[in-house]
């Protein structure tokens, strides 16, 4: 057990519905990343906040949103969704930023658009 | 463009029989490199970091290696535990971005 929780497990919705994902960091953790990752696709670095803020963007559609509240717990909002958005998506937090720190990894959200 | 390519994708192996994993960056600075174990349906587990050329580290079966342009995941005397897929992932040296690149990983397989 890495101690980042995510939920739900699993989601399942249909094409045009708007969806979100939580988060809960390790304890201490100040950074956290999110993650997609699809069989074609590998595993796909979404955005990074650390301590409330964006830190990092990486191939997010404008679609998918994000924000880390005070309490350091994460969301992430993916709208108008479609078949193709069907995938793991990983949430992982690290104890800062910056300096190769490790990420220790949530279990998922398997999101399934029908 | 950067990027991070594993091989083999996938590696079948007798139980006992030590190989090795490569993983080969091209990024424009080495932040840190980074190996981990995913079980299917599961979340990476992390094994390793590694942040200058000629570092070593081990856990158990497992020992990785670094050298400028790539990385080794050597296993040795592997038990059918440690089947599994191995992701190795890379942060670049930029002033704020903390981006990870994830290569697409070697699906490990050890017969029994």
């Known amino acids: 057990d890495s101690g980042v929780t995510q939920t739900p497990k699993h989601l399942i919705t249909a094409t045009g519905q708007r969806v979100t994902l939580r988060c809960s960091p390790r304890s201490g953790d100040l950074s956290v990343y999110w993650y997609q990752q699809s069989l074609d696709q590998g595993l796909q670095f979404l955005i990074q906040?650390?301590?409330?803020?964006?830190?990092a963007k990486g191939n997010i559609l404008e679609r998918f949103s994000a924000q880390q509240f005070p309490d350091l717990h994460s969301e992430l909002n993916l709208s108008s969704l479609e078949l193709g958005d069907s995938a793991l998506y990983f949430c992982?937090?690290?104890?800062?930023?910056?300096?190769?720190?490790?990420?220790?990894f949530g279990p998922g959200t398997r999101l399934t658009v029908t | 463009e950067d990027q991070v390519t594993q091989s083999p994708e996938a590696l079948r192996l007798q139980e006992g029989e030590s190989s090795s994993l490569n993983c080969s960056y091209t990024v424009s600075g080495l932040r840190g490199l980074f190996w981990y174990r995913q079980d299917p349906g599961k979340g990476p587990e992390f094994l390793f970091t590694l942040y200058s050329a000629g570092e070593e580290k081990e856990k158990e079966r497992l020992k990785a290696t670094l050298t400028k342009k790539e990385s080794f995941l050597h296993i040795t005397a592997p038990k059918p535990e440690d089947s599994a897929t191995y992701l190795c992932?890379?942060?670049?040296?930029?002033?704020?971005?903390?981006?990870?690149?994830f290569g697409k990983g070697t699906r490990l397989h050890i017969l029994p």
């Open positions: 906040y650390y301590n409330g803020e964006e830190r």
């Open positions: 992982a937090s690290s104890v800062a930023a910056g300096q190769g720190y490790e990420q220790y």
């Open positions: 992932a890379v942060q670049e040296q930029r002033n704020r971005d903390d981006k990870i690149i």
